[in-house]
């Protein structure tokens, strides 16, 4: 299943980066939906029909901007083009994300950077991958050398969310030797996994981030709810780190 998911992935990948520019312009906030929703559509015209073909029995659901439990059973989870806008602005953080989630718990990820062929892949219990290669999480044990992220991005979150997560950029800014927010989350959590950064921290638990949560899982990562609690998929928020700053990153982010 992983294999035909993989080469289903690659082959959206592929049609995307026909689409892609970096010398993509767009005159308005108009333009920029359009430009989502067409990307949006030629990804999930091509992966809708070959998920299906791989796993009939699973259900089929592409709102990344989801939250909340699932029915039981197994679920196709899609993100078409995590960091969309970037895409459409001809900026380089995109990708395509899909899990499959058994009875709310992911237990595949694939990941796709289709601009740097790096494919991210992961199955419950047998590891997180890059190109084949093994993934392991990083060994730091301390804040003041890590590189930590956030990326809140959903639209419509209010003037609230916004004073958090700025609140919890300048506790975490004091503490960690870099702090970026950027999108997609995704990008991040797989940065986490690959132990090019050393955690990221969300106040939004997006249904679709399932993906990136299992790469960091299966790379020996920590990933829990600001309560230390196992992260699940309808966790409210979570931290996913290497094991040696989770707890650090933990008690700056309780305190927000």
Request: aromatic content about 6%; hydrophobic content about 45%.
């Amino acid at each position: 299943m992983l294999s035909a998911t993989t080469a289903a992935v690659r082959r959206a990948g592929a049609r995307l980066l026909k689409r892609y520019s970096t010398e993509s312009r767009t005159s308005g906030l108009a333009g920029v939906l359009a430009g989502v929703r067409a990307n949006d559509e030629a990804v999930v015209d091509l992966l809708e029909p070959a998920l299906a073909e791989i796993n009939p029995a699973a259900s089929w659901l592409n709102d990344e901007h989801g939250s909340g439990p699932l029915a039981e059973g197994e679920w196709w989870l899609i993100d078409p083009v995590g960091g969309n806008l970037n895409a459409i602005h001809g900026m380089t953080d995109w990708n395509i994300g899909v899990s499959l989630v058994r009875d709310g718990r992911p237990v595949l990820a694939v990941v796709y950077f289709p601009l740097f062929d790096e494919m991210f892949t992961a199955t419950e219990g047998g590891g997180a991958f890059l190109n084949g290669v093994r993934l392991t999480v990083s060994d730091k044990t301390s804040l003041d050398g890590a590189l930590v992220g956030t990326g809140q991005a959903q639209p419509g979150q209010g003037p609230e969310m916004a004073d958090r997560v700025g609140a919890s950029f300048s506790a975490m800014s004091k503490e960690a030797l870099y702090v970026r927010i950027s999108v997609p989350v995704t990008h991040q959590l797989a940065q986490v996994a690959a132990g090019r950064m050393d955690a990221h921290w969300q106040f939004d638990n997006v249904r679709a981030h399932a993906s990136g949560v299992l790469l960091v899982q299966e790379a020996g990562g920590v990933v829990t709810d600001l309560d230390g609690k196992p992260w699940t998929i309808d966790s409210a928020e979570y931290v996913a780190a290497a094991p040696g700053v989770h707890g650090a990153a933990l008690d700056v982010l309780s305190r927000r």
